[in-house]
């Protein structure tokens, strides 16, 4: 049997059903054990641009030099990522990928355990996610781009990753057709590609009203797919794109926290729960399977209170 890409990538996709984000983190995870392992020099470098360089290059990629590879392998791995300043969330979820790929080999019958099961984890760190203060928030509401077309663009953005808690796989995925004007809502595709209804407040709806216009006139080219967000070549945006473009106005407004289009998720649901929120509802508005998942957000609202104490009570003063 030949061992490509292009045949795992299709084992993903029609024999598990995954969503297209799934399979495509499941081929970087893959990839970049790949990368790893033809390098010569432990300074070989694996990040997303590199990914994407060889995903350019052929889908036929030849994966069977990952028959032979062996737990030592992927621990090496774990330390090439952590020296490379992974968090180990980042290390544990794309080991959970690899893991999925040699489960595809075991099923092929091309190996005979999984190196994966062989290997202790790390375990996750308690750390709390970044989140952004009120103040904060409202300086990335307030940023205005000196493009205009560019700036009503990328304020609804802000606005819609904010006011919603969608995640920003989602964002870039909505199209004008998801969005009832009529009802104040949009229909976003979840992980797993569950549908979520997500509510609009009425000025957001009024703004996003006015940008349609802007749109078709500015950013849709020779072709209309349809997608709410378009860069100015008429694409649709990219993950990267909308990061990368949230630091930059980060920078220009002196936000100095490492923060990500995720970040807006967990300020959406801090201060939703800071505001008097229950926990099952905040559940339903970030598409959590599970509630021990919304729950880290009670720490960062504890955090918050304390913060109250030791500002207005005297015996914390």
């Given at each position: 049997m030949?061992?490509?890409?292009?045949?795992?990538?299709?084992?993903?996709?029609?024999?598990?059903?995954?969503?297209?984000?799934?399979?495509?983190?499941?081929?970087?995870?893959?990839?970049?054990?790949?990368?790893?392992?033809?390098?010569?020099?432990?300074?070989?470098?694996?990040?997303?641009?590199?990914?994407?360089?060889?995903?350019?290059?052929?889908k036929?990629?030849?994966?069977?030099?990952?028959?032979?590879?062996?737990?030592?392998?992927?621990?090496?791995?774990?330390?090439?990522?952590?020296?490379?300043?992974?968090?180990?969330?980042?290390?544990?979820?794309?080991?959970s990928?690899?893991?999925?790929?040699?489960?595809?080999?075991?099923?092929?019958?091309?190996?005979?355990?999984?190196?994966?099961?062989?290997?202790?984890?790390?375990?996750?760190?308690?750390?709390?996610?970044?989140?952004?203060?009120?103040?904060?928030?409202?300086?990335?509401?307030?940023?205005?781009?000196?493009?205009?077309?560019?700036?009503?663009?990328?304020?609804?953005?802000?606005?819609?990753?904010?006011?919603?808690?969608?995640?920003?796989?989602?964002?870039?995925?909505?199209?004008?057709?998801?969005?009832?004007?009529?009802?104040?809502?949009?229909?976003?595709?979840?992980?797993?590609?569950?549908?979520?209804?997500?509510?609009?407040?009425?000025?957001?709806?009024?703004?996003?009203?006015?940008?349609?216009?802007?749109?078709?006139?500015?950013?849709?080219?020779?072709?209309?797919?349809?997608y709410?967000?378009?860069?100015?070549?008429?694409?649709?945006?990219?993950?990267?794109?909308?990061?990368?473009?949230?630091?930059?106005?980060?920078?220009?407004?002196?936000?100095?926290?490492?923060?990500?289009?995720?970040?807006?998720?967990?300020?959406?649901a801090?201060?939703?729960?800071?505001?008097?929120?229950?926990?099952?509802?905040?559940?339903?508005?970030?598409?959590?399977?599970?509630?021990?998942?919304?729950e880290?957000?009670?720490?960062l609202?504890?955090?918050?209170?304390?913060?109250?104490?030791?500002?207005?009570?005297?015996?914390?003063?």
């Open positions: 030949t061992l490509t890409l292009t045949l795992y990538l299709q084992y993903l996709h029609m024999e598990l059903g995954l969503a297209d984000n799934t399979v495509n983190a499941y081929q970087n995870d893959i990839l970049a054990l790949l990368l790893f392992h033809n390098s010569t020099t432990s300074n070989c470098i694996i990040d997303d641009e590199n990914i994407a360089s060889h995903i350019k290059q052929s036929n990629i030849d994966l069977s030099p990952l028959i032979n590879i062996d737990n030592n392998n992927i621990i090496s791995l774990m330390a090439k990522m952590r020296k490379d300043g992974l968090s180990i969330e980042t290390i544990l979820r794309r080991l990928g690899i893991s999925q790929f040699f489960n595809y080999l075991l099923i092929e019958k091309l190996i005979k355990v999984n190196p994966i099961e062989f290997i202790v984890k790390p375990k996750r760190w308690g750390k709390l996610p970044i989140f952004l203060t009120f103040e904060e928030v409202e300086q990335l509401l307030n940023f205005r781009d000196k493009n205009v077309d560019m700036g009503l663009r990328n304020s609804l953005m802000i606005e819609l990753l904010y006011s919603s808690g969608m995640r920003v796989s989602e964002l870039i995925s909505i199209k004008t057709t998801d969005i009832d004007f009529k009802r104040g809502i949009v229909t976003v595709m979840g992980k797993g590609s569950k549908m979520r209804i997500v509510p609009i407040y009425d000025k957001l709806l009024v703004d996003i009203k006015n940008y349609l216009p802007i749109r078709l006139e500015r950013f849709v080219k020779k072709s209309d797919d349809g709410l967000f378009l860069n100015r070549y008429g694409d649709s945006l990219t993950r990267q794109y909308v990061w990368q473009w949230l630091k930059s106005v980060c920078k220009s407004v002196g936000i100095k926290k490492n923060i990500s289009p995720h970040t807006l998720r967990h300020c959406f801090t201060h939703l729960l800071s505001g008097g929120a229950d926990l099952r509802t905040i559940q339903i508005f970030l598409g959590h399977e599970n509630i021990s998942t919304t880290i957000y009670t720490h609202a504890d955090d918050d209170k304390r913060n109250i104490l030791a500002n207005f009570h005297p015996r914390y003063k």
